[in-house]
Nanobody, 124 residues
Framework: QVQLIESGGGLVQAGGSLRLSCAASGRSFNSYNMGWFRQAPGQEREFVAAIDWSGGGTIYADSVKGRCTISRDNAKNMVSLQMSSLKPEDTAVYYC?????????????????WGQGTQVTVSS
């Protein structure tokens, strides 16, 4: 079992930056792939970024590529998402997710554990 708690969301102006963090509890964190997803009102949850167990492999959605960086600290059981050049369309609830696999994926259904989410609001 893995418990995930997100933090770092908030209100920011367009063009600004935010850093989201996800604290994981449970065993064998470094065997889990980690992902960030987001869900805007009235829309389906979508992939944002994912990182493999070592931190050496990352993938990004085209919509955030070049503006977001996912990273992890296995010693602290933390995964982060640094977001910059934020746009109003980035407004959503952002979720951290974990997958007990060595293969990184953007497939939402492959993730076993989810946090409660943190709200990001970008004003124009």
């Amino acid at each position: 079992q893995v418990q995930l708690i997100e933090s770092g969301g908030g209100l920011v102006q367009a063009g600004g930056s935010l850093r989201l963090s996800c604290a994981a509890s449970g065993r064998s964190f470094n065997s889990y792939n980690m992902g960030w997803f987001r869900q805007a009102p009235g829309q389906e949850r979508e992939f944002v970024a994912a990182i493999d167990w070592s931190g050496g492999g990352t993938i990004y959605a085209d919509s955030v590529k070049g503006r977001c960086t996912i990273s992890r600290d296995n010693a602290k059981n933390m995964v982060s998402l640094q977001m910059s050049s934020l746009k109003p369309e980035d407004t959503a609830v952002y979720y951290c997710a974990a997958r007990n696999s060595f293969i990184v994926t953007m497939d939402l259904s492959a993730y076993e554990y989810w946090g409660q989410g943190t709200q990001v609001t970008v004003s124009s």
